[in-house]
């Protein structure tokens, strides 16, 4: 009898063993595209379930909702005379040709997303909104012109102790050396950069999901957590 309950507790410190090992270990997913997607400790690449499960907070924008990725438009650059193709010289372009105001002034309601390419084209032109139009318009300049690492994304700009639901769009850029610190491009100040920000240099950056023009959407923080429970 007590050889058989060593015998069982051995069995279970090697389960325990096993199973504290495959945690620190990337675990692996496959979307509805049957592309693998790793996770690592920081980010989570979510699969396409998850995406349906909860599109209440992935489709966004006013006054059509569209899914996250969609607001990432492709656009003519030759129609536009735009040649930039390096990433700051392109955030900084936005900052200085364009002017943060509020939606109300512009549209004459609170909240109004860009419908489309055309209505960018023309928000180059007249160079006044907020913070998704001047952030979608660097998103689509950088992708534009061919560079596959570009993201929206969607997180809480202040203190990170009341980050739970967004405020905020922004840019973040797939960082090759350290995947799970992208850099961050915000285009709403009227500051002129000469290096790009890791996420990890600015604390009063919480972000929640961020997406690629393809549609592969990265989850942070508490939808790391959300996606962790449910999936």
């Known amino acids: 009898m007590k050889l058989k309950i ?10 325990l063993q096993a199973c504290l090992h495959i945690s620190r270990q990337p675990r692996i997913y496959s979307d509805l595209n049957t592309k693998h997607v790793a996770i690592n400790e920081n980010i989570i690449i979510a699969e396409q379930k998850f995406i349906d499960d909860n599109l209440w907070f992935f ?11 969609e607001w990432i438009f492709t656009l003519d650059l030759k129609r536009i005379n735009f040649y930039l193709k390096d990433v700051i010289n392109i955030r ?22 860009l419908q489309s390419k055309n209505e960018m084209y023309e928000f180059l032109r007249n160079k006044k909104d907020d913070c998704d139009a001047i952030t979608m318009l660097t998103a689509a300049l950088i992708h534009s012109t061919g560079n596959p690492d570009v993201q929206l994304a969607l ?10 639901f ?11 050396n350290e995947p799970d610190n992208p850099y ?26 961020s997406c690629n023009a393809k549609g592969e959407y ?13 999936m």
């Open 92 to 113: 900084n372009f936005v900052v200085k040709h364009t002017h943060y105001t509020k939606d109300k002034e512009v549209y004459g309601v609170k909240d109004y997303w």
């Open 59 to 69: 489709m966004i924008g006013k006054p059509n909702k569209k899914l996250l990725h």
């Open 184 to 209: 961050v491009i915000d285009t709403t100040g009227d500051d002129i950069i000469n290096i790009l920000p890791k996420l990890s240099d600015l604390p009063y950056y919480t972000t929640f999901v």
């Open 6 to 15: 060593i015998f069982i507790y051995f069995l279970f410190l090697m389960s």
């Open 166 to 176: 967004p405020n905020h769009l922004y840019c973040l850029l797939v960082n090759k």
């Open 155 to 164: 997180g809480f700009y202040g203190n990170p102790k009341y980050a739970v």
């Open 218 to 230: 990265y989850l942070y923080n508490l939808w790391k957590t959300r996606y962790e429970n449910t």
